[in-house]
């Protein structure tokens, strides 16, 4: 991803409208539409002269293509695209991370993971900044300095942020191959949020059916899809951890992959997918939903 500086003489090198659209094979009204509803566009303009886009303006629309043609909707897609112009932060600080929590400064939190996963990618993200802050944060709560409300925070700020830089895919002609979900009694999404977003990096939509589902709603969703879908159950514990699921997603056909901790202490992994990374999931899933 290209991210100009606003002082590199490049960067007030000037395109005109047209030369925008060619280069991105769009018309000249396209282009114009984002830049009138959703500010894709010339950021700064002359009275008395036509708007020009600079090598800045450029990466932001390129941005915005890009997410598109990937399949989300053109609001989303302008959110994510203007974060492309902000500051890429240090991939790997996830002190900084930790300590807008701490100091429960909502803007700088959500402005330091979206840049993350706008520049680095929602894996790296993940592996290298949200997963020490959480087992930092869990440190804490061992030791009985409290912490679930920084917790709390964090998952939320992350699960915001995902939304905000990796937005959901759809359109009609993106039939879903991939249903996720937490078993029936499971509260822990965040997982399965950051799997959605690292599939629409790979332009796999996933549709996230979200935290406690019984088995017979899963075997509602399954029976409204037209084609046969990869179906991935979250268990954190052992107690969430059951068959009616499992059971109710093959009965459809399903490709089923079992994925968090809670599955291990059961006998349902044997002769089933269990995915014990993000990079496995992504690897697993997307072999059987292309």
């Not at 992350?158 to 759809?170: D, E, M, N």
């Not at 039939?175 to 790979?202: D, I, K, S, Y």
């Not at 399954?222 to 979250?234: F, I, S």
Request: one cysteine or more; a neutral charge; charged letters at 20%.
């Amino acid at each position: 991803m290209l991210r100009p500086d606003e002082h590199d003489p490049q960067v007030v090198t000037e395109y005109t409208v047209g030369a925008v659209a060619r280069l991105l094979g769009v018309p000249v009204a396209t282009l114009r539409s984002w830049n009138r509803r959703y500010g894709i566009g010339p950021r700064h303009h002359v009275p008395g002269r036509h708007r020009y886009y600079t090598r800045g303006d450029l990466t932001v629309v390129i941005r915005m293509m890009e997410l598109v043609r990937a399949g989300a909707t053109p609001a989303s897609a302008a959110q994510a695209a203007r974060i492309v112009l902000e500051p890429a932060p240090v991939l790997g600080d996830f002190g900084a991370v930790l300590d807008a929590a701490e100091r429960m400064d909502v803007p700088a939190l959500v402005a330091l993971v979206s840049g993350h996963l706008t520049h680095h990618g929602v894996c790296d993200t993940w592996n290298r900044v949200c997963r020490p802050a959480f087992e930092v944060v869990v440190e804490r709560q061992a030791a009985g300095q409290g912490y679930i409300d920084v917790e709390h925070l964090l998952s939320w700020a992350v699960t915001t942020s995902l939304y905000r830089s990796v937005p959901v895919l759809v359109g009609p002609e993106r039939e879903l191959r991939v249903l996720l979900a937490c078993t029936e009694g499971e509260q822990h999404t965040l997982p399965l949020e950051v799997l959605r977003a690292a599939l629409a990096e790979r332009r796999c939509p996933a549709l996230l059916l979200g935290a406690n589902l019984p088995a017979g709603a899963l075997a509602d969703a399954l029976q409204r899809r037209t084609r046969r879908c990869a179906v991935v159950l979250w268990a954190q514990a052992a107690r969430t951890a059951t068959l009616e699921p499992i059971a109710a997603a093959e009965h459809h056909g399903a490709a089923v992959m079992l994925a968090g901790p809670g599955w291990q202490q059961t006998e349902y992994t044997c002769g089933r997918s269990h995915l014990g990374s993000l990079a496995e999931a992504l690897t697993k899933i997307s072999a059987v939903a292309s």
